[in-house]
């Protein structure tokens, strides 16, 4: 038996099969867990269809984050299957893709500060609002998905990095006025991977290339790797930890000076 056997947690932010939601779901099934899907639009329905079916999931619903109403149709319809929710994976960030690249003093506009925030940080807290009464009386879990980018300066992450930001405190928030209910909010703060998101940054092969050059461990982390962290971390394994921004990056974040430096000079 897995450790989240009974558990039931809802996926929001599969796009594909290289998706980080989608390493996320795959470790959550291998542990036992049953698994509920939202899909962004009809245009991603079919393929993620077809991989909740891999995971024996057929509970899939659609929901933009950036509607308040679909997000509260998500729990109603959810209601319907399950009387309660264990965990919600927020695995969701938008930013304007002229943002993403050059200059950020050039590259920022107001409007796209307000996208970026909304969809890739807002939306965490309008997950745990809604979700919130599905929530109670079980040891419940959120986890969101962050990077570097928030903490320190990335070329081209740009407007991200800020949005980032504002999510890490986010989770610090949520857990504060969560622990009381017994929910648990943390995020994994990923290094760079191939994935259709990371496609809209400008130059991301080279932030690939350069993580891989300075992680202690050579190489970049896969989907499965952050998704084995995810599932312990919504775990009971975990129950003593909340509001923490957890590393899955090789390593990247603890060095100074890679030990290939002599190359990058
Ligand atoms: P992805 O493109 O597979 O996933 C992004 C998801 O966001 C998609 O499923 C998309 O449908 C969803 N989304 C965007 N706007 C939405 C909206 N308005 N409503 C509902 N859903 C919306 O890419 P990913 O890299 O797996 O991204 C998942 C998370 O991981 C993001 O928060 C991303 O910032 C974070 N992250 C990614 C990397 C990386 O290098 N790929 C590194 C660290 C953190």
Redesign the pocket.
């Known amino acids: 038996m897995g450790f989240l056997a009974g558990k039931r947690a809802l996926i929001?932010?599969?796009?594909?099969d290289?998706?980080?939601?989608w390493g996320i779901a795959k470790a959550m099934h291998r542990e036992g867990a049953e698994l509920a899907y939202t899909y962004?639009n009809d245009k991603?329905k079919e393929r993620v269809e077809k991989l909740a079916a891999q995971t024996k999931s057929d509970i899939l619903i659609p929901?933009?984050?950036?509607s308040d109403e679909q997000i509260e149709a998500v729990f109603s319809h959810l209601d319907d299957y399950w009387d309660g929710l264990d965990i919600i994976v927020h695995?969701?960030?938008?930013a304007l893709r002229e943002q993403l690249s050059g200059n950020f003093v050039d590259a920022t506009t107001r409007e796209g500060f307000r996208i970026a925030h909304e969809?890739?940080s807002y939306?965490m807290t309008a997950l745990a609002k809604a979700g919130r009464a599905m929530m109670q009386g079980r040891q419940a879990a959120l986890l969101?998905?962050?990077?570097i980018g928030a903490e320190r300066s990335v070329p081209n992450y740009n407007i991200?990095g800020l949005a980032?930001a504002s999510l890490e405190a986010n989770v610090r928030y949520l857990a504060q006025a969560l622990g009381p209910e017994g929910i648990r909010v943390n995020a994994i703060?990923?290094?760079?991977?191939r994935?259709?998101?990371?496609a809209g940054i400008s130059d991301f092969k080279k932030l690939l290339d350069y993580n891989d050059k300075m992680a202690p461990l050579g190489r970049g982390v896969t989907i499965d790797e952050v998704g084995n962290v995810a599932a312990f971390l919504c775990s009971d394994l975990a129950s003593g930890i909340t509001g923490e921004i957890t590393y899955v990056d090789g390593g990247f974040n603890t060095v100074a000076i890679g030990l290939d430096y002599a190359k990058l000079l």
């Open positions: 929001v932010g599969v796009a594909g290289r998706s980080i939601a962004q991603l929901c933009d984050v950036s695995s969701v960030a938008f969809i890739s939306s969101t998905l962050s990077y991200m980032k703060s990923a290094g760079p991977i994935t259709l998101a990371a």
